[in-house]
């Protein structure tokens, strides 16, 4: 990508080529993040607020085990007296707040940046890729571009 412009403006190559695969896609939003900016994300930053989906735990041998998140589920919503005319409405709880229910813990959390984009993860050959094209190019001439549909 040698001779992407800097200062967040992207390249008239890059902008075509966003505009091309956006036309046939139902395309929200556009963005981009440069190598350099992704080397200097603190991962361990909170979430503005928690996460939106209770996280679920069940007890084992070794202690509580995550099990899955869910940002609606009947049976807690039961337990807890929400109307069915909330249903798959965002619900907001405090950081913290529990509930034990048929053996399930439910727990408002809030999430850190690694925990939403773990280091081994789904991601992990994406950034292989960029350092490698940086360690060429240059950190601030190696960018992901991403676009979001509904």
Same mark, same amino acid.
């Given at each position: 990508?040698?001779? %992407?412009?800097? $200062? ?32 200097? *994300? ?28 869910? $940002?609606? %589920? !009947? ?7 929400? !109307? ?7 619900? =907001?709880?405090? =950081?913290?707040? =529990? ?26 050959? *994406?950034?292989?890729?960029? =350092? ?19």
């Amino acid at each position: 990508m040698n001779g %992407c412009g800097l $200062g967040g403006v992207a390249p008239e190559a890059v902008r075509s080529e966003v505009d091309r695969f956006t036309a046939w896609e139902a395309a929200d939003g556009v963005t981009w993040i440069t190598w350099a900016e992704l080397k200097a *994300v603190d991962w361990n930053e909170p979430a503005e607020r928690p996460d939106g989906r209770l996280h679920q735990y069940r007890q084992t041998a070794d202690g509580l085990r995550l099990t899955g998140k869910a $940002g609606w %589920c !009947p049976r807690f919503a039961q337990a807890v007296g929400l !109307p069915e005319s909330a249903m798959g409405q965002p619900q =907001e709880w405090p =950081e913290g707040s =529990e509930w034990l229910i048929d053996g399930i813990l439910y727990r408002a959390e809030t999430m850190r940046r690694r925990e939403a984009v773990t280091e081994d993860g789904e991601w992990k050959p *994406v950034w292989t890729v960029m =350092e490698a094209l940086a360690s060429t190019h240059g950190d601030d001439n190696v960018r992901l571009v991403v676009w979001f549909d509904s």
